[in-house]
């Protein structure tokens, strides 16, 4: 798998896409009875660009050596990661419902060993962009054309490993890695300005020597167009600095930071669900 048809022609369908991983998001979360929402409802757009458009991937060949790596350094927002999986058919949708459970392979936390098409084992934050530098720099040693994808949180901004690899990357100018940053603004303990503030972004990543785009992280075709015009710088990293809504799609809980790592309730999930079918009234969606 690769990119498919133009962005534009392709819009609809993984503005549908993103709609199925909202609603497996809230399904696996209630089957769980832990686990995060509001960050993973807030990435599915970007999580549907990535393996419905962006990726070269073979879901039935998930270490295809020629794919690109996507490496999720905040792993507590992979009911995303394996809501987009399963659609792209690296498993049964249904295996999302063992989500969190003993003995399953979709973990709290993602586990490279245990469910192939996963790249890193992720807990700890910040960790992500250190392991991401070290698979591109590999990559040119061996002159491969692999594209290396991180994603980040901003609350992990807060890590002092993140500042090294960004230094590292810069320094070496790794143009084979691509990272965006989940710019939701909240963390476990509230918004982010409040808890350490982490403005201005863009001039610390440029100061870093990285390129730095900002886009609407729920607006598909402008992520798009951010990650080909990633493609087409060769002297510097890129950044892609993603302005999402935490809780997309449900919109009494968007941009509400308690629901950081709170999941739905039965009942709030059949409300969650009506709410992410009809759009605010538009049954089945803008794009059905």
Not at 106 to 112: D, F, V
Not at 141 to 155: E, L, Q, R, W
Not at 165 to 183: E, S, W, Y
């Amino acid at each position: 798998m690769g990119a498919m048809a133009s962005p534009a022609e392709n819009l609809p369908a993984l503005q549908k896409r993103a709609e199925q991983i909202r609603e497996t998001i809230i399904e696996m979360l209630v089957a769980a009875g832990s686990g995060h929402t509001a960050g993973p409802l807030g990435m599915a757009d970007i999580f549907a660009a990535f393996y419905f458009h962006i990726l070269k991937h073979d879901p039935k060949r998930p270490d295809w050596p020629e794919r690109d790596r996507l490496i999720l350094s905040n792993g507590h927002i992979c009911p995303v990661r394996y809501a987009a999986m399963a659609h792209a058919g690296y498993f049964p949708v249904s295996e999302c419902l063992t989500l969190r459970k003993f003995g399953s392979r979709l973990q709290g936390h993602p586990e490279r060993l245990r469910l192939p098409g996963i790249e890193t084992t992720s807990g700890p934050l910040g960790e992500g962009l250190s392991q991401a530098a070290g698979v591109a720099y590999a990559f040119r040693m061996d002159n491969k054309k692999n594209h290396v994808y991180v994603v980040v949180s901003d609350g992990e901004q807060d890590e002092g490993n993140t500042w090294e690899a960004a230094m590292f990357v810069g320094n070496q100018k790794l143009h084979n890695l691509t990272a965006i940053m989940d710019r939701n603004n909240i963390q476990i303990d509230g918004m982010t300005e409040e808890v350490m503030p982490l403005e201005p972004l863009v001039e610390k990543y440029r100061a870093f020597n990285w390129h730095v785009l900002e886009v609407n992280g729920n607006d598909i075709a402008a992520f798009i167009a951010a990650i080909e015009e990633a493609k087409t710088i060769y002297e510097k990293p890129t950044m892609i600095i993603a302005h999402t809504i935490p809780g997309k799609g449900v919109p009494e809980i968007e941009f509400d930071y308690h629901w950081h790592g709170k999941p739905p309730t039965a009942e709030e999930g059949r409300r969650f669900l009506k709410e992410i079918r009809t759009m605010n009234g538009k049954i089945g969606g803008e794009y059905a």
